[in-house]
């Protein structure tokens, strides 16, 4: 079944071609900040906030960081959970999702189990993702316990995807892991575009638009970033912000001139 966030995001990427999303790390930010980076996405263009990241020290500071972006932005907020201290009642859906590449079964399906009922009292909309670390994967690959998939492996992510896609898994999520320096390669993109058929998210240290714009114009349906927005100052958020909505845009164009 599908559930009104995943509707609007599948609406979205029809309408646009492409999209963003904004990821937010509680743990970095206060929920004045958090909503601040929000409205400022919203008012440029992201489709939604994804909040989320390796640690939650708190899930009390995880609500207030959730409902205060949720009481005054109209895009919708999705949980991106490491575990199961990721969840808050206050979000419109939650990744309900699977580290397709752990050695850990934890995160395949244990986590997941431990969620489910909470999830279900919380009435979240659940949206079922494949999840996959590629390359170093930074803090996600530590945590998670990860075998990464090498960069010039293209092939390995097309099993991973295409699995996920036979499960059931409404998406696939190439990470290259938070603030690494090299994001998932665009030649991997596009193989895994053309094999598999569920919508492609792709995320971890996307910084520009040209690298915007060339993982759009290989095939990426969603892309993620979440370091650069925490790291640029203030008063060049927004032009930080348009520069990766352009790329976005460029990159779909780009797709119909190939
Ligand atoms: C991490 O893919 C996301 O899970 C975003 O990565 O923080 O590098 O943008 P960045």
Redesign the pocket.
């Known amino acids: 079944m599908t559930g009104k966030t995943e509707a609007y995001i599948l609406k979205e990427i029809e309408k646009n071609g492409a999209i963003h999303m904004t ?1 937010i ?1 509680p743990e970095r930010v206060t929920p004045n900040e958090a909503l601040y980076l929000a409205k400022e996405c919203e008012m440029c263009g992201s489709s939604a906030i ?1 909040v ?3 640690t939650i020290v708190s899930s009390a500071h995880l609500d207030l960081v959730v409902s205060s972006i949720k009481n005054r932005v109209k895009i919708p907020v999705i949980l ?1 959970p490491s575990n199961i201290t990721g969840l808050s009642q206050y979000a419109d859906a939650v990744w309900f999702m699977s580290l397709l590449n752990s050695s850990d079964p934890y995160f395949i399906i244990g986590a997941q189990v431990l969620a489910a009922p909470l999830v279900r009292k919380y009435g979240l909309e659940t949206i079922p993702l494949g999840y996959l670390i590629i390359g170093k994967g ?1 803090a ?1 690959a530590v945590i998670g316990k990860a075998s990464p998939i090498p960069y010039n492996k293209p092939e390995l992510s097309v099993a991973h995807a295409l699995a996920a896609q036979f499960l059931g898994m409404h998406f696939i ?1 190439l ?6 320096n090299r ?1 998932v390669p665009t030649e991997m993109v596009r193989i895994v575009k053309t094999i598999v058929d569920v919508p492609l ?7 520009t638009g040209r690298q915007t714009k060339e993982l759009v114009s290989a095939g990426a349906d969603i892309i ?7 790291k640029v100052e203030r008063k060049f958020l927004k032009n930080k912000i348009f520069e990766i909505m352009e790329g976005l845009k460029e990159g779909v164009r780009n797709r119909h001139h190939n």
Do not use: N
């Open positions: 990821l790390d994804m989320g990241g390796s991106f930074g996600a999520y990470e290259g892991g938070s603030g690494v994001p998210i792709v995320g971890g240290g996307i910084r993620v970033t979440g370091t650069i927005f925490e």
